[in-house]
């Protein structure tokens, strides 16, 4: 596996301003996510897992180019994004490419299927009406559509053979990595693996990297080669998937994990209970934001002081006074 990444999250924060009060209005920031540093490496797997709130759907928007961050950068091959334009903008949105959720919203009904998963090269690419035809046919047989499905419109398809097309328009343009998020939590239970597996068939076949964002523990730990952990918009553990399932290191790891069902129902379950809700992102708690629904709080210094995120063996990584040095 080559050694240099293909994306990279380099202290990536997107802060919002927002009016609040109805009588005395008042500006007040929403820090979505902060100081993010990841990176994608080729034929990879990572996952951002969190719950709801945490920042991944902002972080894919800001990968996308959708948002602009307000600190940081995201580098594509070394290159800031956000300075791309023209060719190199469309090279960059042709290589990376995303499959969403909801499979029966992701699809414009109005157009014929063959038109939507050759929409990426009209866009981005100066091919041929023959060589588009030819690439959306081997995309959509890839994906284990038929030719004649072409022709048809997205109210013919059920939702898994939806998302098939959502994947075929995804790799039609050959990209180097695509952003997944929650691309089964909309589908029946019988077709997500069915789905999960053909992510798999096509990262073998075509050398893919994917970004998983979930928050189906499962799914991550069959898909994912790393995992990084966000809570309430910043990146508090990382590292290979085995070695953070196995051995969470952080204590929302720890109860995130503790909830997830086992494969095995006579397994023994001993599960961790957060205390209260998600924070708002408006009004975070001081010192570790995790403290005030932590099991294993030991006092003023997790009120008061952030935990900086400190590397603990290769790859490995976690932000919890438990491991200050």
């Known amino acids: 596996m080559n ?4 994306l990279e999250a380099v202290n990536l924060s ?5 009016q609040t009060g109805l009588i005395r209005r008042e500006t007040r920031t929403v820090k979505a996510v902060t100081d993010l540093n990841f990176d994608i490496r080729p034929g990879e797997t990572l996952a951002l897992v969190g719950e709801s709130g945490c920042g991944k759907t902002t972080t894919t928007r800001l990968l996308l180019r959708l948002q602009t961050p307000t600190g940081g950068s995201v580098r ?6 956000n300075q791309l334009s023209g060719a190199a903008l469309k090279a960059y949105r042709s290589r990376v490419q995303a499959v969403f959720q909801d499979p029966w919203s992701s699809i414009n009904p109005r157009v014929r299927i063959q038109d939507f998963v050759a929409e990426p090269l009209v866009v981005n690419e100066n ?3 023959g060589e588009i035809d030819r690439r959306v046919h081997e995309a959509m047989d890839a994906v284990g559509l038929r030719p004649q499905d072409a022709r048809k419109f997205s109210h013919e398809f059920s939702g898994g053979q939806r998302q098939r097309i959502a994947i075929a328009s995804a790799i039609v343009s050959r990209p180097r990595l695509i952003i997944l998020d929650e691309p089964v939590s909309g589908l029946d239970v019988s077709i997500r693996s069915q789905i999960i597996n053909l992510f798999k068939d096509l990262q073998a076949e075509y050398g ?3 970004i998983l964002v979930a928050h189906d523990l499962a799914t991550t ?3 994912a080669d790393r995992v990084a952990v966000m809570y309430l918009g910043r ?3 990382q590292g290979p998937t085995d070695e953070v399932f196995d051995a969470p290191a952080h204590p929302y790891t720890q109860a995130l994990l503790s909830a997830a069902l086992s494969a095995d129902p006579n397994a023994p379950r001993h599960e961790i209970m957060m205390n209260g809700e998600v924070p708002s992102p408006l009004n975070p708690p ?11 709080f030991i006092g003023d210094v997790c009120k008061t002081l952030r935990p900086r995120l400190q590397h603990q063996a290769p790859g490995r990584c976690v932000s919890c006074h438990l491991h200050d040095r």
């Open 3 to 6: 050694d240099a990444p293909i």
């Open 14 to 18: 997107q802060h919002f301003e927002i």
């Open 76 to 81: 594509y091959d070394g290159h800031d994004i």
């Open 127 to 129: 091919l041929t009406r």
């Open 208 to 210: 893919l990297s994917y």
């Open 221 to 223: 730990r069959y898909l």
């Open 235 to 237: 990146m508090i553990e």
């Open 286 to 296: 001081s010192g570790c934001a995790f403290h005030p629904r932590c099991h294993r």
